[in-house]
């Protein structure tokens, strides 16, 4: 849903860029006008001009069945390098202590196992594995699946949220409901079997909602992104961090403190899902000080502060 909320949006910009002219009657050029004013004049990041091109690409392809020729004379928008925000263990300690109860299983989940805020929310029942100790990502950022480790100090939480997601699902089942959103291929091959416990999803909404898109349909849908997010803000703000805190902040602190603490940098690349290396790379930036050995020279001289 996000991301074709996310192509409509390029797609109504991109005609309202062109003072509403029909997509049908432009074509190469008015495309390459479009996405290099988006490097030019809005100065976004490569990814974000990407994802604009992608979407209208889809937009021809698609929709209107017609094919772009190759795009050479596009200004493609320069690509910044960014060293993330991460949390000391003594801040990721204090912000946890200040989330508020009923956010602090999803997000000890986002430190403890380095998920994405997305990858946390859609968690279902069946993602965990007490026995082997892991968490199942389905379907995570560029489609894929990957494993990484469930946090011990979690599970006994994990085991009460799963009977409190087990209580809810027989209370929906009695009423006729308790079928989840499932893709498309998958949903028609199971069927009703979308009603069973593992598909739920493990941090679901109070109350049922109706599908958008199959009226009449009521889901149990999983908890919304954007209240993750303000409680990740809502307990950094109390606890005093004087950092710009995100869900993604919590998952860079992850892979940090894992390289700090002695992980292979192709066990963190596993646990996190990035497909080069290279990416992984970045969170050894963020140590680079300390494993360096570097020193101010300011610190040398020995002179009392102000």
């Known amino acids: 849903m996000s991301t074709e909320r996310a192509?409509?949006?390029?797609?109504?910009?991109?005609?309202?860029?062109?003072?509403?002219?029909?997509?049908?009657?432009?074509?190469?050029?008015e495309l390459e006008a479009f996405l290099t004013h988006l490097a030019v004049q809005r100065k976004v990041a490569p990814s974000t001009q990407n994802q604009a091109l992608q979407a209208i690409l889809f937009l021809y392809s698609q929709v209107l069945e017609k094919e772009l020729p190759w795009l050479d004379d596009v200004v493609r928008a320069k690509p910044k390098k960014h060293v993330p925000v991460v949390l000391?263990?003594?801040?990721?300690?204090?912000?946890?202590?200040?989330?508020?109860?009923?956010?602090?299983?999803?997000?000890?989940?986002?430190y403890g196992s380095g998920l994405r805020k997305m990858e946390c929310i859609r968690?279902?029942?069946?993602?965990?594995?007490?026995?082997?100790?892991?968490?199942?990502?389905?379907?995570?950022?560029?489609?894929?699946d990957r494993v990484t480790v469930l946090p011990d100090h979690l599970s006994d939480a994990l085991h009460r949220q799963r009977e409190l997601v087990r209580a809810l699902h027989a209370r929906d089942l009695e009423q006729g409901y308790g079928c989840v959103k499932l893709p498309t291929a998958l949903q028609r091959k199971l069927g009703k079997s979308t009603a069973d416990f593992h598909w739920q999803y493990l941090f679901p909404m109070a109350q049922l909602s109706e599908d958008p898109?199959?009226?009449?349909?009521?889901?149990?849908?999983?908890v919304h992104p954007s209240s993750l997010g303000k409680a990740v803000k809502s307990a950094a703000r109390r606890a005093s961090i004087n950092k710009r805190v995100t869900c993604h902040t919590l998952r860079h602190?992850?892979?940090t403190h894992l390289l700090e603490t002695g992980t292979d940098i192709r066990t963190i690349q596993a646990l996190l899902g990035h497909k080069d290396v290279r990416t992984t790379m970045?969170?050894?930036?963020?140590?680079?000080?300390?494993?360096?050995?570097?020193?101010?020279?300011?610190?040398?001289?020995?002179?009392?502060?102000?």
């Open 88 to 110: 000391s263990v003594a801040e990721v300690s204090a912000l946890l202590t200040q989330v508020d109860p009923a956010w602090w299983l999803p997000v000890g989940m986002l």
């Open 282 to 306: 970045i969170y050894t930036h963020v140590i680079k000080r300390e494993a360096m050995g570097a020193l101010s020279p300011l610190d040398r001289l020995g002179i009392a502060g102000v």
């Open 253 to 255: 602190s992850f892979a």
């Open 123 to 144: 968690l279902r029942v069946g993602d965990l594995d007490f026995g082997r100790r892991t968490v199942r990502v389905v379907g995570g950022k560029g489609g894929k």
């Open 7 to 29: 192509y409509v949006n390029w797609i109504r910009r991109y005609i309202l860029f062109h003072n509403k002219r029909h997509p049908a009657e432009m074509g190469k050029a």
């Open 213 to 222: 898109r199959q009226p009449g349909a009521f889901h149990r849908w999983h």
